[in-house]
């Protein structure tokens, strides 16, 4: 029987991270040990701490993951001597952090020069560069001068033994439309217009829910003040939010007017499609073509409340169609977004003639 082929996971990350954690089960459904070597010390340098405690194994693959610029260098050092490949999915761009998204750099600081001068070191230091949609592969292209060559799409996905199909909610009489914003407070996320969306509809049957946690949250709940139909629920153990959204009609994905915004598909979305619920997203033009068609999905401009409020006044009018449409949201995420898809995204990627190293 042949040796399974080993990949290295390298750096300073999460591996419990959404992301990573899809990756690596995927990784092992696809034959793969997967090894880590987390770097404790200083990123940059990574490679001379794996000279005195690295890994004994060659590996077949480095991997470095999520947000984890700091370690690419220093594991494609590492790598490369070894005739290793290694692909880098970073997710994010630095620099778009720092100046489009925050917004705390001007594009003509010095140090905003510098940042993007380096990642784009950084970017062309890989093998392979993987994103969440084909908007950012675009903007890696664009920005970071990452060759369109080296560029491969694969989407986040969620864990499904986790996220898992609720039935249709039981609405008893005279109770309120239900619905939710889960996740992180960024300024891509755009909570501040889920907020107004609320106040259009004070006086309407539709419950506002938030749960979450980040440096905004304290601004959207300053927002949301002296709103009645507006509540934040209290945080729940990671392995009970299928349940939190099972009790709602509708969930939110992302509304902010940033430029990243426009390219993400969110956390959020996967996770409420793979448990049948219906989504309310701004436009992304990442997302599976047969979305457009989908009931389950509405898009919606960025930064508009209003349009949040008639999606939801939309589906609130539909109450009598929404476990069908509650069925055909986990339909078109096992068609479209589930582990089977990205496996065979991945099991592409990782058998790419663009791996394939000679010796130096």
Not at 7 to 12: E, N, P, T
Not at 160 to 171: D, I, L, N, S, Y
Not at 260 to 285: D, L, Q, W
Not at 310 to 335: C, G
Request: hydrophobic share 40%.
């Amino acid at each position: 029987m042949a040796e399974k082929k080993r990949v290295l996971w390298w750096g300073r990350f999460d591996p419990g991270y959404s992301r990573n954690r899809v990756y690596i089960s995927l990784f092992k459904r696809l034959g793969w040990e997967v090894d880590f070597f987390f770097v404790k010390v200083w990123p940059r340098f990574g490679d001379v701490e794996a000279f005195f405690r690295g890994p004994s194994a060659r590996p077949d693959l480095v991997w470095v993951p999520v947000c984890r610029q700091r370690d690419i260098l220093a594991a494609c050092r590492w790598a490369h001597r070894r005739n290793v490949p290694v692909i880098f999915d970073p997710m994010i761009s630095a620099w778009d952090k720092k100046v489009l998204e925050q917004q705390k750099w001007d594009e003509e600081e010095r140090r905003a020069k510098r940042l993007l001068a380096l990642e784009k070191k950084m970017m062309s230091a890989p093998d392979m560069v993987t994103c969440d949609t084909s908007c950012h592969a675009d903007f890696f292209a664009s920005t970071l001068g990452v060759p369109r060559g080296k560029l491969r799409v694969l989407f986040t996905g969620t864990d499904e033994k986790v996220f898992v199909p609720q039935p249709p909610r039981a609405r008893k009489p005279g109770e309120p439309f239900k619905v939710l914003y889960h996740g992180a407070y960024l300024p891509l996320h755009g909570t501040e217009y889920i907020v107004e969306a609320a106040r259009m509809t004070q006086n309407e049957p539709v419950e506002w829910n938030f749960l979450g946690w980040g440096a905004y949250k304290a601004a959207t709940e300053a927002k949301a003040a002296g709103l009645r139909n507006v509540r934040f629920l209290e945080k729940v153990p990671y392995v009970q939010v299928p349940s939190v959204i099972g009790a709602h009609d509708v969930v939110f994905g992302v509304f902010g007017t940033t430029e990243k915004a426009s390219r993400v598909i969110g956390n959020k979305v996967y996770e409420a499609m793979a448990c049948s619920r219906p989504v309310v997203n701004e436009f992304c033009s990442g997302y599976p073509p047969e979305a457009a068609d989908c009931r389950a999905i509405k898009f919606i401009p960025p930064g508009d409340p209003r349009a949040i409020a008639d999606a939801v006044r939309a589906y609130r009018a539909a109450e009598a169609e929404l476990p069908a449409i509650d069925a055909e949201a986990r339909a078109f995420f096992d068609a479209h977004l589930s582990m089977k898809i990205i496996e065979k995204q991945l099991e592409s990627i990782i058998s790419d003639p663009l791996l394939e190293r000679n010796p130096r």
